[in-house]
Every structure is written in structure tokens, then in C-alpha cells.
């Protein structure tokens, strides 16, 4: 496995109920792709303030390769509530630095150096680093596994960004919830593996990876269907549990290993996440 793995998106401080905690799902996703050997990069942008200095200080710290981008709006935050079940909820400012990522010409060239990237929905709630995402994908070197990570949060998806978005990804990463979401909103019916194997037709994936929480997850190709339940764990949180499952499955994708292996192994990661505190 050669060639750099970008989580593209948002990185903030999710303000947990025991304080604070690095997070955003692309960065997550890089973080956990090079706990797992591969050569994760956070893309991002954070603001010229104390908590954009400590994000920068703390992926340091954890060996994540990042570029931030420092821009002239404030570090993201979100308010963060977790159930009784440790599952959480969100509250996401706007108008803050993941939403003014700048498309530069190093980030064209760290493009060019890309073995695959993952990029959400979320981040493309602001023309600017919707912007940004798009011309990064654009710049892709051919080959590059494109991995759409959904991640639909309170209000910010549009069905033109989640078109755009499945149009250009080789691979589709989405839970339960947001399944029941975009079934609907682009008219597709039928069981799991049906729901799966209708967007792998229509939009020309090579796998949708679908999480269902406690009820395990599934991985539908064109040829194969892989179910799998959970790994018994003590819960601690699920923050970032879904971003642990999608790094790990396209590291062992990239390796190539079997669409069980790898499966597997993101169930193992996944598991492994929710017995800590915090996305990373």
C-alpha cells in the first residue's frame, strides 16, 4: 500500500461532557488510517486562535500529518450530548474555519500524492469548501479510491450535494439512520442489500459499506454481500466509532484483502473505538 490517505473535511472540538475532544470525521478517519500503518493526512482549516493552536499542537502529538489551513473564522465547535447508551447528539456552529477551507496549490499537489480520500456531506454545507472538495477530487490522480463517507448532520445535505457527492465516489459509507434518509430521497426501495445494490447500479460504486449500530454492519459489492454483527464491548462512547470502521476497511481495501477481511477488521476497529473516550 503506497500513496497518502486524506480524510477531506471538518476538524473541531467536540465539547463531550467531560470536556473537550478532538474530532470531525475526516480527520478522524486520517487518525485512525495511520494507527493502523497507513499514511493518514487530516486536510482541514482552523482559525488563528488558542483552540486552532491546540489542534495543531495536539495532531502533533498523535503523529497525524495534517494540512490546516489557518484562516480568518474561528476553530470549529460542536456541542456534543450522549445518551443513556453513550450515542450521541450534536449541535455544529457555522460559519466557522472547516467551512472556508481554501483550495491552494499545495493542496493540488498533495491531491496528486493520493492513494484514496474520504469526504463527507458536511463539510459542502458552504459554497467555499464545497468548492474546495470538488476541485480536490477533480485533481485526483486516476486510480485514487474515492470514499464517500455521508455522515448527514441536523439540516446541512441537500439531495444535489449527496448526488454530487455518490456520482464521483467508488465507495458509499452510511449507517442505519441516514439510510432511511436517502432511500427515500432518491427513490430507492427494498431490503439492505437490495437498497445497497441499486446505488452500486445507478451510480457506479464498487461497494456500499452500510453500519447498523448494534445490529452489526453489511458490505455489498456487485458480486458479494458480507453481513456481520458487533463485537461485544464495554461501550464507553460511540464517537468516532463509525470513522475507526470506514478507515480501517479502506486500509485493508487498498492492501487487498477480501471484502470479508476487511470487513472484519473494521468491525474489530469500530469495537475497539468504543471502549475509549472521544473520537481519537
Known amino acids: 500500500m503506497s500513496g497518502k490517505i486524506i480524510g477531506l473535511g471538518e476538524i473541531l472540538w467536540d465539547m463531550l461532557p467531560t470536556g473537550k475532544a478532538l474530532g470531525g470525521a475526516p480527520a478522524n478517519f486520517a487518525y485512525h488510517v495511520t494507527r493502523l500503518g497507513g499514511a493518514g493526512v487530516a486536510v482541514s482549516a482552523v482559525g488563528s486562535d488558542p483552540l486552532g493552536d491546540e489542534i495543531v499542537a495536539l495532531l502533533t502529538q498523535k503523529g497525524l500529518t495534517a ?38 496549490p499545495a493542496l493540488q499537489s498533495l491531491a496528486a500524492e493520493a492513494a484514496a480520500v474520504c469526504f463527507g456531506s458536511l463539510a459542502q454545507r458552504s459554497e467555499c469548501s464545497a468548492v474546495t472538495i470538488q476541485s480536490f477530487l477533480a485533481a485526483l490522480p486516476a486510480g485514487c479510491l474515492k470514499v464517500f463517507d455521508i455522515n448527514l448532520r441536523q439540516h446541512y445535505y441537500s439531495r444535489e450535494v449527496i448526488e454530487r457527492s455518490l456520482q464521483v465516489a467508488d465507495i458509499l459509507k452510511i449507517n442505519d439512520e441516514e439510510m432511511e434518509v436517502v432511500a427515500p430521497m432518491l427513490d430507492i426501495a427494498g431490503d439492505d442489500t437490495e437498497r445497497c445494490r441499486t446505488l452500486i447500479d445507478r451510480y457506479g460504486l464498487q461497494a456500499v459499506v452500510l453500519t447498523r449500530g448494534s445490529k452489526g454492519s453489511l458490505v455489498v459489492t456487485a458480486t458479494e454481500a458480507d453481513e456481520r454483527g458487533v463485537v461485544e464491548v464495554e461501550v464507553v462512547d460511540t464517537v468516532g466509532a463509525g470513522d475507526a470502521f470506514t478507515a480501517a476497511f479502506v486500509v485493508a481495501w487498498l492492501r487487498g484483502d477480501t471484502v470479508a477481511a476487511a470487513h472484519q477488521l473494521a468491525t474489530e476497529s469500530s469495537a475497539y473505538a468504543c471502549t475509549l473516550k472521544g473520537a481519537m
Open 67 to 104: 494540512h490546516l489551513e489557518r484562516v480568518a473564522h474561528p476553530t470549529g465547535t460542536v456541542a456534543v450530548t450522549l445518551d443513556e447508551r453513550g450515542v450521541p447528539s450534536y449541535e455544529i456552529c457555522e460559519g466557522v474555519a472547516w467551512d472556508n477551507i481554501p483550495y491552494t
